[in-house]
C-alpha cells in the first residue's frame, strides 16, 4: 500500500556531513507527521527529528544545532541533514510517517532504514 525508502546513508569522517532522504510512494492522500528516528548498537530506538504538515520541527537535544529535518510535499520526500558528525551518531536512521491513504485508512508506517557510520 504505502512504502518509505530511505537512502543516503553511508560512512562518513567526524565532522563531516551527510544528507539522507526518505521517499514515500503507494495509495497516498496526505502525509502528515514525518520523523526520523534511529537505533545504535545495542541500545533503544530513539526519535531524532519530528516535522508537521505545516512545517512545524522540533529535534532531540543531542542533535539541535548540527540536524535539521525538512520535507518536499510535491515530491512526498522527507529530508534529514546531518552535519558536525560524530561517532556517537552512529545508528541506522529509519524514517515514520503518519500516512492517510485514498481509501481513508490511517497508517504509521516504517521505513526500512538506512545506517550511518561515523568514523576515521
Known amino acids: 500500500q504505502v512504502q518509505l525508502v530511505e537512502s543516503g546513508g553511508g560512512l562518513v569522517q567526524p565532522g563531516g556531513s551527510l544528507r539522507l532522504s526518505c521517499a514515500a510512494s503507494?495509495?497516498?492522500?496526505?502525509?502528515?507527521?514525518m520523523r526520523w528516528y534511529r537505533q545504535a548498537p545495542g541500545q533503544e530506538r530513539e526519535l531524532v527529528a519530528t516535522i508537521t504538515s505545516i512545517g512545524s520541527t522540533n529535534y532531540a537535544d543531542s542533535v539541535k544545532g548540527r540536524f535539521t529535518i525538512s520535507r518536499d510535499t510535491a515530491k512526498k520526500t522527507l529530508y534529514l541533514q546531518m552535519n558536525s558528525l560524530q561517532s556517537e551518531d552512529t545508528a541506522v536512521y529509519y524514517c515514520?510517517?503518519?500516512?492517510?491513504?485514498?481509501?481513508?485508512?490511517?497508517?504509521?508506517?516504517w521505513g526500512q532504514g538506512t545506517l550511518v557510520t561515523v568514523s576515521s
Open positions: 515514520n510517517a503518519e500516512v492517510r491513504t485514498l481509501v481513508g485508512q490511517i497508517l504509521e508506517v
Open positions: 503507494g495509495s497516498i492522500f496526505r502525509l502528515d507527521v
